[in-house]
């Protein structure tokens, strides 16, 4: 039986409704949503890469800690339940389903969700809240409502947090108190990652930790402070991009700096229209300028007002032949969309 009271919380999206969080905690508002999203965001980068490889999370502060597993749905239920497991555009569809702890006593814990690299039975019936509001469409009453859980004692798998626990990676890893402005990259390996999800258990501190991911992840305000990678052997180092390495901009310009991607070939194109609209205005107010001088310098009365037609002929012909949008070419690529 676990020692601990844990409510459940998933995010994901249902057959029609895009992504959201489907159900939280009954105590959960706007501000525990809001610290526990950017978590939950991070372990769904790359989704393509969470086939056969979901990602494991486990972050607390000092009111609540939540541990999840962020995979690929057909990986998560069972095959009588593969029907679930796409959009209504027939897209594979992935989610975080995880459990919560209060944190109202002490701020460890004895007893969680085991990590387990080859199963994820301890998670597979969180789904059935999505199960819940399957069919539900935008028109219908009450549809982006979150589904309010209890907090109770479940029963999970064997644990092994005694044995998995390791005093030294206690002293080594990061945490809200200790580094927050670095990234420690952890060897992927299931060992370790059974002793890393032990320990930040146990610890006492604000402690984020994400395990299996496939690639180094580098993102601007990136809020895990320990994350493993199968691209390194040893523990490495690294500052965080986060805003605040920027100057003379507010927060919200830098998120948005930070977070925005912008298509390369878009942001091309949009500099080559402003540089035509300057060209045009100053040709434009040249010509207008030119305009103004003729008619001022002809004599009156002497000849009869000239058409248009002639007084433009009086025209440099080279501005003429510059005036209004440069013909331009422009090469671009067809990008291959993201599945996902």
Not at 43 to 50: G, R
């Amino acid at each position: 039986m676990s020692k601990e009271k844990w409510a459940s919380i998933i995010y994901g999206r249902s057959h029609h409704l895009d992504f959201r969080f489907i159900a939280i905690p009954e105590d959960f508002g706007e501000p525990e949503m809001n610290w526990a999203l950017p978590y939950i965001l991070a372990t769904i980068q790359k989704p393509k890469k969470l086939s056969l490889n979901p990602r494991w999370s486990l972050f607390k502060n000092q009111s609540h800690c939540i541990a999840g597993v962020t995979c690929m749905v057909r990986d998560l239920v069972e095959a009588k339940d593969l029907n679930f497991t796409k959009d209504d555009k027939d897209r594979p569809l992935y989610v975080f389903v995880g459990y919560v702890a209060k944190l109202t006593n002490k701020q460890y814990l004895i007893d969680v969700p085991p990590y387990n690299h080859k199963s994820l039975q301890d998670f597979q019936g969180l789904y059935d809240y999505v199960k819940q509001v399957w069919q539900v469409k935008d028109f219908h009453k009450n549809s982006h409502d979150h589904i309010k859980t209890n907090y109770e004692t479940r029963i999970f798998s064997p644990k092994s947090l005694a044995k998995n626990f390791c005093t030294d990676l206690l002293l080594e890893l990061n945490h809200q108190q200790s580094n927050p402005d670095k990234v420690f990259l952890w060897q992927d390996k299931p060992e370790q990652n059974s002793k890393l999800w032990a320990t930040s258990a146990i610890c006492s501190q604000s402690v984020s930790l994400c395990l299996g991911n496939s690639y180094r992840q580098k993102y601007f305000n990136h809020p895990f402070l320990n994350q493993t990678s199968d691209s390194i052997n040893k523990l490495t180092v690294e500052q965080r991009l986060t805003s605040n390495n920027y100057s003379g901009k507010s927060s919200r310009e830098q998120e948005g700096r930070a977070t925005k991607k912008v298509n390369p070939l878009t942001e091309l194109l949009a500099n080559k229209v402003k540089e035509d609209i300057t060209i045009t205005r100053d040709h434009a107010l040249q010509l207008k300028e030119i305009l103004i001088n003729n008619l001022n310098n002809q004599p009156h009365n002497l000849n009869p007002p000239q058409p248009p037609e002639i007084k433009l002929a009086s025209l440099d012909s080279e501005m003429l032949h510059t005036f209004g949008f440069k013909e331009k070419t422009c090469e671009s690529k067809i990008l291959e969309s993201d599945w996902f």
